[in-house]
Structures are given as C-alpha cells and as structure tokens.
C-alpha cells in the first residue's frame, strides 16, 4: 500500500484545512487508517484514526476540531480540521495501523 498526503498550507489560528491521503490498492476498505502529524524537534503522534467499519477516535488536543473520514470507493482517507491553533503546526501523514512504510508527509503551518 502506498500513501501520498496532501492539502497541507499555511493559515491563520482559528482557520480551516482539509487534509488528503490517496491509497493504492484493492485492500483499503479492510484497512485501519490513522492520521500522524509530526511537529518540529518531536515525534510522530497520531491525531485521529478511523477503522474499516467507521469507528473513529481522536487524540484529546484535537477532540472537537478535526474530523476524520473516509471514502472506500476512491481509497482515500480526508482530515478536516478546523479552530487551528499554532500546536497543529506540523507535517501531517497518513498510515495503516499497523504502520506500513510511510509515504510522503503534507506540511500544516499555522500562523498569523
């Protein structure tokens, strides 16, 4: 399976993104996906992941703004964030729980 995450920009705190990941493959709708994001000098932590079934859950700092969904028939994941605040800086990656080989990040930069 590969990843490929885009949608990334800069925008002000209190702004809007929407956040891409496209998967190859014809197994995806049986796949636990996740989105990472990773700030500068930290770890990737996951912010929000969703099973094959639907089920979502979300790390408590992005509880109530982002929004994690999926579309089975065009293999692709979406993140929708939304309050942004300066913390979601970072770059912003897509994978399989487990993780896979990781694809190509998207940068969120939020900043006034």
């Known amino acids: 399976v590969q990843l490929q995450a885009s949608g990334g920009g800069l925008v002000q705190p209190g702004g809007s993104l929407s956040l891409s990941c496209a998967a190859s493959g014809s197994i995806f709708r049986f796949l636990h996906m996740a989105w990472y994001r990773q700030a500068p000098g930290n770890q990737r932590d996951s912010v929000a992941d969703i099973t094959f079934g639907g089920n979502t859950n979300y790390a408590d700092s992005v509880k109530g703004r982002f929004t994690i969904s999926r579309d089975n028939a065009k293999n692709t994941v979406f993140l929708q964030m939304r309050n942004l605040k300066l913390d979601d800086t970072g770059v912003y990656y897509c994978?399989?729980?487990?993780?896979?080989?990781w694809g190509q990040g998207t940068q969120v930069t939020v900043s006034s």
């Open positions: 994978n399989t729980i487990p993780n896979r080989q």
